[in-house]
């Protein structure tokens, strides 16, 4: 499956501001948090609807509503919680789980340290988000996880990915439908997507 690039142009904007490397913490912090509304807006275009009757203070109208379709919102700590907020503006009632993964900065291998899921999470529909896929090693990784547990409609969003990591997702996972904000050039030697935005677990928090 192709990867949706969201090329809307206040997301286009906001990823413009989170690049800039004078951005400070908590402007960057609000801005992951508004993309991931906008990505979310994207990402949910395929709920289905069901028809009902209303009564409106003018008549009895028929109208559409969420069919009841179960979500689960799973980020990918660290970096993946900056997201988390801004996806449940728009789906409030979705569950969440979490799964711990960090980079080993030498093998740039995931390692696993954590992983909490809803209990019935083999009857939702899943969206993983972490901001950025750029080996893919942690998506991949995370949607193993995910699918051992049962599940099977997941969706990965995140604001930038790198061609190998898109890459490395589609052949690892390829029913899983990815979203991103941009599709950037390559990744460098120490495992960073270029242009990129450096790295944002320690953008999001004001680590490092
Ligand atoms: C970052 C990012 C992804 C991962 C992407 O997390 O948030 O989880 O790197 O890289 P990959 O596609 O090559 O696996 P990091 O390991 O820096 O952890 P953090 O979020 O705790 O800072
Ligand atoms: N993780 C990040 O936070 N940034 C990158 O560019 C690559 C991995």
């Known amino acids: 499956m192709n990867p949706m690039i969201v090329e809307h142009p206040l997301l ?12 400070g913490t908590k402007e960057f912090r609000d801005l992951v948090g508004e993309i991931a509304t906008l990505l979310c807006y994207e ?41 988390l907020d801004g996806m449940l503006t728009l789906i ?21 340290y954590f992983c909490k899921l809803p209990t019935d999470i083999s009857e939702r529909d899943v969206l993983v988000l972490d901001p950025m896929l750029a080996t893919g090693g942690s998506a991949v990784d995370a949607i193993t996880m995910i699918k051992k547990r049962g599940a099977k409609h997941i969706k990965f969003i995140g604001l930038i990915g790198a061609p190998e990591g ?25 495992g960073y997507i270029v242009p990129g935005l450096g790295d944002a677990g320690d953008r999001i928090y004001g680590t490092k």
């Open 12 to 23: 286009q904007h906001k990823i413009s501001l989170l690049r800039n490397k004078q951005t």
């Open 43 to 83: 990402a949910t275009r395929d709920l289905p609807l069901e028809e009902v009757q209303i009564e409106t203070p003018i008549t009895m109208a028929k109208t559409k509503v969420l069919a009841g379709r179960k979500l689960a919102l799973v980020p990918i700590l660290r970096a993946g919680m900056g997201m």
């Open 92 to 112: 409030p009632a979705a569950k969440v789980g979490f799964i711990g993964l960090y980079r080993n900065e030498e093998t740039l291998q995931p390692v696993e």
């Open 166 to 190: 898109v890459e490395a997702l589609r052949t690892a996972h390829p029913d899983v439908q990815i979203y991103l904000g941009a599709l950037d050039e390559y990744l460098d030697q120490k």
